[in-house]
T-cell receptor, first 114, second 115 residues
Framework: AQSVTQPDIHITVSEGASLELRCNYS??????LFWYVQSPGQGLQLLLK??????LVQGIKGFEAEFKRSQSSFNLRKPSVHWSDAAEYFC????????????FGKGTHLIIQP | DAGVIQSPRHEVTEMGQEVTLRCKPI?????LFWYRQTMMRGLELLIY????????DSGMPEDRFSAKMPNASFSTLKIQPSEPRDSAVYFC?????????????FGPGTRLTVL
């Protein structure tokens, strides 16, 4: 069975500082990996996805993520955070690119300090 | 373009009552997913449809839960009878088709409170 672990429940970062959110997955085959962001009271918005090819993927809002097969990780990064980045971030893994539904991590709550 | 539409946005009901949540997927999308979000269990896939046919309902927690998709533009998730432990945010998502590499587009969710 596939699973996703996001070890940090909360992370606090100062505005303008760099950010890295951790994600580890367990999956028996080639994983299809996603990062979603959820603002309060809103649905989930896709930030980026990895299916194959270049292990460093670029997403929206200046985010990027790096797939490391040897570490079973797909960490999300941003060089300089903005107050508007405060939200809940979810890592997800899906078979067949999510065509059969996604398995989500518990999420990381990002707090931005002024 | 309208995204995935869910109604109601908030529902408060009493234990034992029937609850029906509604979803309108993005026009032209062939796959529809129902997820539940709770503090304890996070986001869980309940059921998904492809071309209006249920493909996998193994995530549906109990027989009290049922889902239908009578046509390509409408789906319902029904809980009968409802219980306090059903309190959660229920999300509907749609995807263009069941091929690989497709993003799921999420609705704003329905926050259900069962007293």
């Amino acid at each position: 069975a596939q699973s996703v672990t996001q070890p940090d429940i909360h992370i606090t970062v100062s505005e303008g500082a760099s950010l890295e959110l951790r994600c580890n997955y367990s999956y028996g085959a080639t994983p299809y990996l996603f990062w979603y962001v959820q603002s309060p009271g809103q649905g989930l918005q896709l930030l980026l996805k990895y299916f194959s090819g270049d292990t460093l993927v670029q997403g929206i809002k200046g985010f990027e993520a790096e797939f490391k097969r040897s570490q079973s990780s797909f960490n999300l990064r941003k060089p300089s955070v903005h107050w508007s980045d405060a939200a809940e971030y979810f890592c997800a893994v899906g078979a067949r690119g999510g065509a059969d539904g996604l398995t989500f991590g518990k999420g990381t709550h990002l707090i931005i300090q002024p | 373009d309208a995204g995935v539409i869910q109604s109601p946005r908030h529902e408060v009901t009493e234990m034992g009552q029937e609850v029906t949540l509604r979803c309108k997927p993005i026009s032209g999308h062939n796959s529809l997913f129902w997820y539940r979000q709770t503090m304890m269990r996070g986001l869980e896939l309940l059921i998904y449809f492809n071309n209006n046919v249920p493909i996998d309902d193994s995530g549906m927690p109990e027989d009290r839960f049922s889902a239908k998709m009578p046509n390509a533009s409408f789906s319902t998730l029904k809980i009968q009878p409802s219980e306090p432990r059903d309190s959660a945010v229920y999300f509907c998502a749609s995807s263009p088709d069941r091929a690989s590499y497709n993003e799921q587009f999420f609705g704003p969710g329905t926050r259900l409170t069962v007293l």
